[in-house]
């Protein structure tokens, strides 16, 4: 008992000792920002292998999503006799909802994992150490911009999850369902309201976007410097972004649409 | 006298102690690194050689003692003071620790385009100069996957001599080298030395390699000093230690088994 105990303390120490020592790098990474915009070569570079790389995972997933959603909601609708209100139950439900969250995961998978794993290496093989040695700050040179690079890209890789899905859900519903297109849209328009969904759905994937670029930056930096190391830490950030992407949806959520 | 011999000594360190969770890595570490000389820290794995480069370069900060590279306490240096000094210093790594993603020209011309606000063809002779000394002006297209760990090395130490250092630290620059590359980089190590006036700290356990080029040895054991001197002064060092690590001899002060007990009643023991 006693050493069941011992060992949860332990646990729960080491925790609140890697949460503390994250956010602390956070915080020098976010000072090292203004340094990335002396050097928008560096972030430039960032956001092609951040943000254009996963443009390609990004559209094929949320065509598939919006193309299962519009035929799911399409029978569900129909059950009440509102099928012609599939275009703002589609949009509504990417833009708030699947949208952030999925563009997170799937960026998480994507970019994410890569950044562990290229930082992780970075450091096992000795190339920030030397930077240090070189007089160069590598949260400066090497962090900051990957950083700046997710939190840029995730809002557009979300907004891209979005419009794709809704074509998706265009196709299978006006296209193969026989919805009437002009009744899509123009529910769509009159129902998503700019402020209360698109710009929330904004705000969340841009939280979102922080959380899983600090989480994948922070883990390989802080990761093991062995190939087992390695392999854990890009293990640990996509599992890691998962909880908190899921975890802060729900606060947000509660936030933002609560009150109704 | 005294004091002229102080201002020979680029690198002093007096009661270095720096331990890592429990166990106690240096333990009480004098050492006087001359200017001009080539100063070699040899002694068995894990004994701390690595350790120290890095306490050197303020990389980690020691447990008690003092680390002056000249004249400033590394320790107590601010992070700003800190990086002005190690602009001023160069180190080889083990592996080289070249960016995988730069060609060998870009390495080299890293520190010059971080520091410098030269213009590009200067960077251009500049590095082209670097790696005619180490001999890869033909490899500047390459990318270091593409290069064998000799080259490997040698771009590095292109890149470490890139800024102009007064000193600069080679970490294990032997290891795992085939003898034509130990011998391109000991002559390397050498004529770079002389030729730039530099001063050079090197962390090996290739006793012969390191006994023809270097000026002093100091021999590390277990955290400590154990034997120092110009080379010929270590062979004839008293120490046993010394002599059996010297020599390469499997037994001695550093017993061949791993304590144990005795063989016969491990064998008679019922599992």
Do not use: C
Not at chain 2, 63 to 85: C, H, I, M, R, S
Not at chain 2, 97 to 107: C, I, S, Y
């Amino acid at each position: 008992m006693i050493l069941w105990l011992r060992s949860l303390g332990r646990g729960g120490l080491d925790f609140f000792e890697r949460l503390g020592r994250g956010n602390l790098f956070a915080l020098q990474a976010l000072a090292g920002i203004p340094s990335v915009l002396m050097k928008p070569m560096l972030l430039v570079a960032q956001l092609y292998s951040v943000g254009v790389l996963s443009v390609q995972i990004i559209v094929v997933s949320g065509l598939t999503v919006g193309m299962v959603l519009g035929l799911q909601m399409y029978n569900t609708l129909t059950d009440f006799g509102a099928s012609q209100s599939l275009g703002p139950v589609v949009a509504l439900s990417l833009v708030r909802e699947l949208g952030p969250v999925l563009a997170a995961l799937l960026f998480s998978g994507r970019a994410g994992s890569a950044l562990t794993a290229e930082i992780g290496l970075m450091k096992a093989t000795e190339q920030l150490s030397g930077m240090e040695m070189m007089a160069v700050d590598p949260i400066k040179r090497v962090i900051a911009p990957r950083l700046l690079a997710g939190i840029i890209s995730m809002p557009l890789l979300a907004a891209m999850f979005s419009a794709v899905g809704i074509l998706g859900s265009y196709f299978v519903g006006v296209g193969l369902l026989g919805v009437d297109s002009g009744a899509f849209w123009s529910q769509m328009q009159s129902k998503v309201d700019f402020y209360q969904d698109i710009y929330n759905g904004f705000i969340k994937s841009m939280v979102f976007g922080i959380v899983a670029t600090w989480i994948a930056v922070f883990e390989g930096y802080d990761a093991v410097p062995t190939t087992e190391g390695v392999s854990r830490a890009t293990t640990r950030t996509v599992v890691h972004t998962a909880f908190a992407v899921l975890g802060s949806d729900f606060v947000l959520t509660a936030l933002m649409f609560g009150e109704k | 006298m005294a004091e002229a011999i102080n201002k020979d000594v680029l690198v002093k360190t007096r009661g270095l102690r720096f331990a890592h969770a429990s166990r106690v890595i240096l333990d009480g570490v004098d050492i006087d690194i001359r200017r001009g000389e080539v100063t070699t820290i040899m002694g068995p794995s894990g004994t701390g050689k690595t350790t120290l480069l890095r306490l050197i370069g303020g990389q980690l900060k020691p447990n008690a003692g003092t680390v002056e590279v000249d004249g400033q306490n590394v320790p107590d240096l601010a992070l700003k003071e800190l990086y002005q000094l190690r602009k001023r210093m160069g180190m080889m790594f083990q592996t080289g620790a070249l960016f995988t993603d730069l060609n060998v020209f870009e390495n080299v011309a890293f520190p010059l385009r971080e520091h410098t606000r030269l213009p590009e063809a200067l960077i251009r002779d500049l590095v082209l100069i670097k790696l005619q000394a180490v001999g890869l002006r033909g490899a500047r297209k390459l990318m270091p996957a593409e290069l064998s760990g000799g080259m490997a090395r040698r771009v590095a130490l292109a890149r470490a001599i890139a800024l102009d250092p007064m000193m600069i630290m080679y970490d294990e620059p032997f290891t795992g080298q085939d003898p034509i590359t130990v011998g391109v980089i000991m002559q390397l190590i050498r004529q770079i030395n002389d030729s730039l006036g530099l001063t050079s700290i090197i962390v090996s356990h290739d006793v012969a390699e390191v006994s023809t080029i270097s000026d002093r040895l100091y021999l590390l054991s277990q955290g400590k000093v154990v034997a120092q001197g110009a080379p010929t002064e270590l062979q004839q060092s008293p120490s046993e230690w010394a002599q059996q690590f010297l020599q390469g001899r499997p037994d001695g002060p550093v017993p061949f088994h791993y304590p144990a007990m005795p063989f016969e009643d491990d064998l008679m023991a019922v599992a």
